[in-house]
């Protein structure tokens, strides 16, 4: 298991996986500004509003009791427009853009798994970069992979990015590699 320190950047072949806060200009240092889509989990401490400044696509996941609170903050202080939405079992998606885009067919998936699947099948090309400022269990990193998109995702928990990596090498078998650490 690689030794994850706040404030790594590691490599994996293409895509790149940050460890530390996913809201400083560290990590926002390694987006270009021209991602297909970005897809946000917001928590307590969301400072990821930077999304809608990098990505064309922002899609966002919450738990149905998430929605609320989410809105008051993301749906009144961005400048990308909101298009549409979908709840899927208990999670709800909210898909912004700055182009107009069609609102898709409410697809028949379940899980986190599946509705990341979707979303970088549906809005994303091959080659295209993902930002993914939350890790999980590295559902977006390997569906990335799976699909010939360019992952850039971080976590500030350094189990939660060993676990990802961990997950990136055993499904690729391929080695993760530490590019460098920084000084927090």
């Known amino acids: ?22 809201s400083s ?3 926002i240092n390694f987006l270009s500004s021209d991602a297909a889509l970005a897809i946000v989990i917001p928590s307590s401490n969301w400072n990821h509003d930077y999304s809608t400044n990098k990505a064309r696509i922002v899609a966002v996941v919450l738990e149905e009791d998430q929605i609320y609170n989410f809105c008051l903050h993301f749906c009144i202080h961005q400048k990308i ?38 979303l970088v099948n549906q ?27 360019i992952c850039v995702a971080g976590d500030s928990n350094p189990q939660i990015v060993s676990r990802a990596l961990v997950r990136w090498q055993n499904w690729t078998q391929k080695q993760v590699r530490l590019a460098r650490t920084y000084i927090q």
């Open 25 to 27: 200009n560290k990590f």
């Open 81 to 118: 427009p909101f298009r549409f939405q979908f709840l899927l079992g208990k999670l709800y998606v909210a898909v912004f853009s700055h182009q107009l885009i069609s609102r898709p067919r409410k697809p028949e998936i379940e899980g986190i798994e599946g509705i990341v699947a979707y």
């Open 123 to 149: 809005y994303t090309d091959w080659g295209n970069s993902v930002i993914a400022p939350f890790l999980g269990h590295g559902e977006i990193l390997i569906t990335c992979e799976r699909m010939g998109r």
């Open 1 to 22: 298991m690689p030794n994850v320190q706040i404030g790594d950047k590691w490599l994996l072949d293409r895509h790149i996986v940050f460890c530390g806060d996913t």
